[in-house]
């Protein structure tokens, strides 16, 4: 039993494990963050394009 305890001690695998699952994390959510802020920007931008084309038109059928 001593010698599982101080092998159970000495492994360093569940550590390395838990390192990389915290640095997943941390990239999951700056993604995460970066996709939602870049989304609403991209939005507000597709929007203005439209709008812009959608007078252009009006003012193409009107002439």
């Not at 991209?42 to 439209?50: E, P, R, S, V």
């Not at 007078?55 to 193409?60: G, I």
Request: hydrophobic share 50%; proline share 0%.
């Amino acid at each position: 039993m001593k010698q599982f305890a101080r092998g159970f001690m000495q492994d360093r695998k569940g550590v390395t494990a838990l390192e990389y699952a915290l640095v997943a994390a941390v990239l999951v959510t700056v993604i995460g963050y970066a996709f939602a802020h870049l989304g609403t920007s991209l939005n507000t931008a597709f929007n203005d394009i439209g709008s812009g084309l959608t007078n252009q038109a009006s003012k193409a059928a009107s002439s």
